[in-house]
């Protein structure tokens, strides 16, 4: 796989617990730690696109 593949890949993974984000939040029964633990994947994904993205 070559490096902007994978870039692309993150993006997209990116985008979907974005998605996952917005819908748990707004569903009644959603618990703030669920909320919680999507949010801190999706800031490492960011953080991982952006090394990769100064080595590219």
């Avoid at 070559?2 to 990116?14: D, G, P, T």
């Avoid at 917005?22 to 952006?50: H, Y």
């Amino acid at each position: 796989m070559s490096l902007s593949s994978h870039i692309e890949e993150l993006k997209r993974k990116h985008h979907v617990l974005s998605e996952q984000v917005e819908a748990a939040q707004r569903a009644p029964g959603a618990s703030s730690l669920e909320v919680a633990e999507l949010k801190k994947q999706k800031l490492k994904i960011k953080e991982e696109i952006e090394r990769l993205s100064v080595n590219a």
